[in-house]
Protein backbone atom coordinates (compact mmCIF):
# COMPACT_ATOMS: atom_id res chain seq x y z
CA UNK A 1 0.00 0.00 0.00
CA UNK A 2 1.43 3.59 -0.93
CA UNK A 3 2.19 5.70 1.87
CA UNK A 4 2.12 9.37 0.01
CA UNK A 5 1.21 12.47 1.68
CA UNK A 6 1.86 14.84 -1.23
CA UNK A 7 -0.21 18.30 -1.82
CA UNK A 8 -2.89 16.33 -4.08
CA UNK A 9 -5.03 20.21 -4.10
CA UNK A 10 -4.30 23.87 -4.23
CA UNK A 11 -6.93 26.28 -4.64
CA UNK A 12 -8.21 29.32 -3.51
CA UNK A 13 -10.82 29.62 -1.17
CA UNK A 14 -14.09 31.49 -2.27
CA UNK A 15 -15.69 31.84 1.43
CA UNK A 16 -12.14 32.52 3.52
CA UNK A 17 -8.79 34.05 3.10
CA UNK A 18 -6.81 31.44 2.92
CA UNK A 19 -5.96 28.74 0.13
CA UNK A 20 -7.41 25.32 0.87
CA UNK A 21 -4.64 22.27 0.97
CA UNK A 22 -5.74 18.52 0.53
CA UNK A 23 -3.19 16.14 1.34
CA UNK A 24 -3.43 12.88 -0.47
CA UNK A 25 -3.07 10.20 2.59
CA UNK A 26 -4.91 7.08 0.90
CA UNK A 27 -6.90 4.04 3.07
CA UNK A 28 -6.28 0.44 2.15
CA UNK A 29 -8.48 -0.32 -1.11
CA UNK A 30 -7.45 -3.53 -2.14
CA UNK A 31 -9.62 -6.19 -4.30
CA UNK A 32 -11.17 -7.38 -0.85
CA UNK A 33 -12.33 -3.77 -0.40
CA UNK A 34 -13.61 -3.21 -3.99
CA UNK A 35 -15.51 -6.59 -3.61
CA UNK A 36 -16.75 -6.09 -0.64
CA UNK A 37 -18.22 -2.15 -1.88
CA UNK A 38 -19.88 -3.86 -4.79
CA UNK A 39 -20.91 -6.28 -2.97
CA UNK A 40 -22.51 -3.55 -0.61
CA UNK A 41 -24.32 -1.85 -3.64
CA UNK A 42 -25.70 -4.82 -4.76
CA UNK A 43 -26.83 -6.22 -1.22
CA UNK A 44 -28.00 -3.19 0.33
CA UNK A 45 -29.22 -0.87 -3.04
CA UNK A 46 -29.96 -3.44 -5.87
CA UNK A 47 -27.34 -1.92 -8.01
CA UNK A 48 -25.50 -4.21 -9.89
CA UNK A 49 -22.15 -2.26 -10.98
CA UNK A 50 -18.92 -3.21 -12.63
CA UNK A 51 -17.28 -0.95 -10.32
CA UNK A 52 -17.65 0.61 -6.81
CA UNK A 53 -18.30 4.43 -8.58
CA UNK A 54 -20.52 6.98 -7.47
CA UNK A 55 -22.04 9.73 -8.50
CA UNK A 56 -21.76 12.68 -5.98
CA UNK A 57 -24.95 14.40 -5.19
CA UNK A 58 -24.25 15.31 -1.28
CA UNK A 59 -22.33 15.87 1.04
CA UNK A 60 -22.49 14.26 4.16
CA UNK A 61 -20.35 15.50 7.60
CA UNK A 62 -19.25 13.74 10.34
CA UNK A 63 -17.16 13.13 13.70
CA UNK A 64 -14.86 10.44 14.09
CA UNK A 65 -16.20 10.72 18.06
CA UNK A 66 -11.68 9.85 17.89
CA UNK A 67 -9.41 11.99 19.67
CA UNK A 68 -6.42 12.02 17.52
CA UNK A 69 -5.65 11.93 13.23
CA UNK A 70 -3.87 8.68 13.67
CA UNK A 71 -6.33 6.76 15.77
CA UNK A 72 -8.98 8.21 13.61
CA UNK A 73 -7.26 7.07 10.22
CA UNK A 74 -6.60 3.96 11.75
CA UNK A 75 -10.64 3.06 11.89
CA UNK A 76 -10.81 3.55 8.08
CA UNK A 77 -7.85 1.66 6.89
CA UNK A 78 -8.39 -1.25 6.51
CA UNK A 79 -10.92 -3.37 3.94
CA UNK A 80 -12.89 -5.20 6.94
CA UNK A 81 -15.00 -4.08 10.01
CA UNK A 82 -12.71 -4.32 13.11
CA UNK A 83 -14.24 -6.42 15.77
CA UNK A 84 -15.59 -3.48 17.93
CA UNK A 85 -18.31 -2.66 14.92
CA UNK A 86 -20.34 -5.83 16.10
CA UNK A 87 -23.38 -3.83 15.84
CA UNK A 88 -23.11 -3.27 12.02
CA UNK A 89 -20.86 -6.31 10.66
CA UNK A 90 -23.49 -8.47 10.32
CA UNK A 91 -25.26 -6.25 7.16
CA UNK A 92 -21.80 -6.12 5.73
CA UNK A 93 -17.67 -6.33 6.76
CA UNK A 94 -16.66 -3.85 4.59
CA UNK A 95 -15.33 -1.71 6.87
CA UNK A 96 -16.65 2.12 6.99
CA UNK A 97 -14.34 5.26 5.61
CA UNK A 98 -14.83 8.58 4.04
CA UNK A 99 -13.17 10.09 1.54
CA UNK A 100 -12.15 13.58 3.33
CA UNK A 101 -10.75 13.77 7.15
CA UNK A 102 -10.21 16.89 8.93
CA UNK A 103 -7.48 16.80 11.61
CA UNK A 104 -8.19 19.25 14.57
CA UNK A 105 -6.14 21.91 13.42
CA UNK A 106 -8.12 22.14 9.70
CA UNK A 107 -5.98 19.71 7.88
CA UNK A 108 -7.19 18.06 4.60
CA UNK A 109 -6.50 14.19 4.14
CA UNK A 110 -8.08 13.11 0.99
CA UNK A 111 -8.51 9.25 1.89
CA UNK A 112 -10.28 8.19 -1.66
CA UNK A 113 -11.62 9.03 -4.79
CA UNK A 114 -14.62 11.13 -4.54
CA UNK A 115 -15.93 8.99 -6.95
CA UNK A 116 -15.74 5.67 -5.09
CA UNK A 117 -18.12 4.73 -3.07
CA UNK A 118 -16.96 4.85 0.76
CA UNK A 119 -19.62 3.25 4.12
CA UNK A 120 -20.22 6.12 6.13
CA UNK A 121 -23.98 6.53 5.73
CA UNK A 122 -27.01 4.41 6.10
CA UNK A 123 -29.18 4.22 2.44
CA UNK A 124 -26.94 7.26 0.95
CA UNK A 125 -23.71 5.86 0.16
CA UNK A 126 -24.08 5.34 -3.81
CA UNK A 127 -24.53 9.11 -3.92
CA UNK A 128 -22.76 11.09 -0.81
CA UNK A 129 -19.45 11.63 -0.33
CA UNK A 130 -17.92 11.79 3.15
CA UNK A 131 -16.53 14.41 5.64
CA UNK A 132 -14.81 13.04 8.88
CA UNK A 133 -13.72 15.76 11.30
CA UNK A 134 -11.15 14.50 14.20
CA UNK A 135 -12.99 14.41 17.55
CA UNK A 136 -16.16 15.57 18.19
CA UNK A 137 -16.25 14.31 21.64
CA UNK A 138 -16.57 16.75 25.01
CA UNK A 139 -12.98 16.57 25.58
CA UNK A 140 -12.21 17.48 21.83
CA UNK A 141 -14.88 19.33 20.50
CA UNK A 142 -14.83 20.08 16.86
CA UNK A 143 -12.56 23.36 16.26
CA UNK A 144 -12.95 26.42 14.03
CA UNK A 145 -10.16 25.54 11.73
CA UNK A 146 -12.17 22.46 11.39
CA UNK A 147 -15.04 24.53 10.04
CA UNK A 148 -13.38 26.74 7.87
CA UNK A 149 -11.76 23.34 6.14
CA UNK A 150 -15.64 21.88 5.69
CA UNK A 151 -16.80 25.16 4.58
CA UNK A 152 -13.67 25.11 1.95
CA UNK A 153 -13.88 21.54 1.45
CA UNK A 154 -17.86 22.07 0.50
CA UNK A 155 -16.89 25.12 -1.64
CA UNK A 156 -14.74 23.04 -3.62
CA UNK A 157 -16.72 20.05 -3.85
CA UNK A 158 -20.24 21.71 -5.22
CA UNK A 159 -18.08 23.60 -7.68
CA UNK A 160 -16.48 20.05 -9.20
CA UNK A 161 -20.02 18.27 -8.73
CA UNK A 162 -23.56 18.69 -9.08
CA UNK A 163 -23.82 18.91 -5.35
CA UNK A 164 -28.00 18.85 -4.53
CA UNK A 165 -27.53 18.65 -0.61
CA UNK A 166 -25.04 18.73 2.19
CA UNK A 167 -26.41 17.33 5.62
CA UNK A 168 -24.89 16.26 8.84
CA UNK A 169 -25.20 12.26 9.77
CA UNK A 170 -27.58 13.40 12.54
CA UNK A 171 -30.20 14.16 9.70
CA UNK A 172 -29.87 11.12 7.41
CA UNK A 173 -33.20 9.50 8.64
CA UNK A 174 -34.78 12.52 7.23
CA UNK A 175 -34.03 11.06 3.85
CA UNK A 176 -36.21 7.72 4.33
CA UNK A 177 -39.28 8.85 1.61
CA UNK A 178 -36.77 9.96 -0.57
CA UNK A 179 -35.85 9.31 -4.34
CA UNK A 180 -32.48 8.65 -3.18
CA UNK A 181 -32.58 6.78 -0.19
CA UNK A 182 -32.33 3.26 -1.49
CA UNK A 183 -31.30 0.90 2.11
CA UNK A 184 -33.53 -2.28 1.58
CA UNK A 185 -33.79 -2.96 5.34
CA UNK A 186 -36.34 -0.99 7.00
CA UNK A 187 -34.35 -2.07 9.99
CA UNK A 188 -31.05 -1.23 9.86
CA UNK A 189 -30.41 2.63 11.23
CA UNK A 190 -28.06 3.71 13.70
CA UNK A 191 -28.86 7.03 15.67
CA UNK A 192 -26.49 9.44 14.79
CA UNK A 193 -25.84 13.15 16.65
CA UNK A 194 -22.90 14.09 14.40
CA UNK A 195 -21.78 16.98 13.65
CA UNK A 196 -24.44 18.45 15.65
CA UNK A 197 -27.02 21.10 14.75
CA UNK A 198 -24.80 24.10 15.25
CA UNK A 199 -21.87 23.14 13.22
CA UNK A 200 -24.42 22.61 10.37
CA UNK A 201 -25.90 25.98 10.80
CA UNK A 202 -22.44 27.53 10.27
CA UNK A 203 -21.48 25.26 6.91
CA UNK A 204 -24.71 26.18 5.58
CA UNK A 205 -24.78 29.53 5.92
CA UNK A 206 -21.26 30.07 4.48
CA UNK A 207 -21.97 27.77 1.95
CA UNK A 208 -25.48 29.80 0.86
CA UNK A 209 -24.52 30.57 -2.06
CA UNK A 210 -24.50 27.26 -3.91
CA UNK A 211 -28.60 27.42 -3.24
CA UNK A 212 -28.33 23.72 -1.87
CA UNK A 213 -31.72 21.59 -1.65
CA UNK A 214 -33.40 21.76 1.95
CA UNK A 215 -33.42 18.85 3.98
CA UNK A 216 -36.37 17.01 3.87
CA UNK A 217 -38.46 18.03 7.12
CA UNK A 218 -38.90 14.87 9.29
Known amino acids: MIRKRTVLVLLWCASCSTPGVVIDRPIEFDEQRIELTQEYLQQRYHLEQDSPEIVPKMIVLHWTAIPTLEKSF ?39 PET ?48 EYVIGHHEYTRFEDHPLWLEVDSTYRTKKTDPGEKFMKKVRKATKRHNFKPVPKK
Open 74 to 112: AAFEKSTLPDWRPDIKSVSGLNVSAHFLVDQDGTIYRLM
Open 116 to 163: TMARHVIGLNHCAIGIENVGGTQETPLTRKQLRANVWLVDHLAEKYAI
